[in-house]
Nanobody, 121 residues
Framework: QVQLVESGGGLVQAGGSLRLSCAASGSIFSINAMGWYRQAPGKQRELVAVITSGGRTSYADSVKGRFTISRDNAKNTVYLQMNSLKPEDTAVYYC???????????????WGQGTQVTVSS
């Protein structure tokens, strides 16, 4: 069993910053890519940023230059530093991890429960 627990969401004014964290725990052999997604009301879930086990990163065009994804492999944790936040960044943010399970052999995608980010104008 693997769990992903997110933290760091909240309410912030436009132009402000937030840092999201997502810690993975449980029957983890190793973690491949980790990423952040978001879903605004009435919209589909979209990819925000992803980071490989080797540290390569990729971002949605809408957040390039404002958001930074990073990870601490020793802590099985991925972070999302969000700067210059805009009202259109308001959404529930989810982390996802591609994990090699220690108990049940194979690679599986696991999702966090989501954390609300609200940016006021």
């Amino acid at each position: 069993q693997v769990q992903l627990v997110e933290s760091g969401g909240g309410l912030v004014q436009a132009g402000g910053s937030l840092r999201l964290s997502c810690a993975a725990s449980g029957s983890i052999f190793s973690i491949n890519a980790m990423g952040w997604y978001r879903q605004a009301p009435g919209k589909q879930r979209e990819l925000v940023a992803v980071i490989t086990s080797g540290g390569r990163t990729s971002y949605a065009d809408s957040v390039k230059g404002r958001f930074t994804i990073s990870r601490d492999n020793a802590k099985n944790t991925v972070y999302l530093q969000m700067n210059s936040l805009k009202p259109e960044d308001t959404a529930v943010y989810y982390c996802k991890a591609d994990i090699n399970d220690m108990v049940v052999p194979g690679k599986y995608d696991y999702w966090g429960q989501g954390t609300q980010v609200t940016v006021s104008s």
